[in-house]
């Protein structure tokens, strides 16, 4: 409620909606209702950001991770996979891009580490490479699932004893989810890197569509072409790049507001991807192109 607050006083260009679920713990009722109608509805969410669990940085066995949060993100979509007429060729495309780790919500991940950064928050993302964690969900499964990118945050170290549990104590032990259990400094830091993404996202021109890697011939460099961003006031594009083995952007290169360019960088040594920028600095998630001949 306070980033509501918070957003509530500036100017931004999208929509942001704060949204409670019902029925998270009864099998995520709320948001796969919500999901599915937005999808039926043809609604463009460009993110979904679900903190659940991000209130106490301290484990139960003292450890303590107050300056990060995990993100969690999918890697092969899920939307992707519930097409059983589609789903075997989606899974040779992204065979054959090595884009096990490239899907819209990893993307989104990434992005809401480089705010982190960009910005030197207190609290900054650690990245977990997986739709969850085990034996456990969320409320961006029902978003993943209806095939919007979407991302779960919490903390590092949990305590079991302080989830699911009814409040009591047994044998010295205190089970619930009660409010002296929660850290407000850390909370409110969470509550920044939320702050600062979704007015970043909210800002952004939309990310380049129908992004593409040139495969036509057999070269030493790499030809990336892509459809350019709406919005009128889009400035230019980025190219960004990592080695095959990174889990973050490590490169960039501002190529002007063109929609192609050719990069003396090997297509088979690195990962590339392209994002838009607008007059005031703000950019768009990645968009990871597919192979193609023209």
Sequence with gaps: LEVARAIMREHLDATVIVM??????????GARMHAARAREQG???????????????????GRIARDRVRIFSEGIPAAVLAKENRAMSAVRMVRGLSAE?????????????????????????????????????????????AGYPAVRMTEVFENYDHQHQDV????????????????VEYLSDVARLNAASIVNLANAPSTPTNARIIVAQLTTNTTLRWDR??????????????????????????????GETTLELSKDNWFFGVRSYDREGFRSPVAFPIAATK
Excluded at 113 to 135: N, S
Excluded at 168 to 183: A, H
């Design 20 to 29: 409670p679920v019902a029925g998270e713990e009864q099998g995520l009722f």
């Design 43 to 61: 609604d463009d969410i460009r993110a979904v950001l679900s903190c659940d669990i991000v209130g106490d940085p301290t484990g139960p066995d």
């Design 101 to 145: 780790s490239d899907s819209t919500s990893r993307q989104l991940a990434r992005y809401i580490a480089e705010i982190a950064d960009e910005f030197d928050l207190p609290v900054k993302p650690m990245l977990i490479f997986r739709p969850d964690r085990f034996l456990r969900g969320g409320d961006h499964t029902g978003f993943n699932e």
């Design 168 to 183: 009591r104590i047994e044998d010295g032990r205190q089970f619930g989810d009660l409010p002296e259990f929660v850290d």
């Design 229 to 258: 961003s709406p919005e009128p006031d889009v400035a230019g594009y980025e190219i960004v790049w990592r080695e095959t083995t990174s889990p973050v952007w490590q490169h960039t290169k501002d190529v002007g507001d063109v």
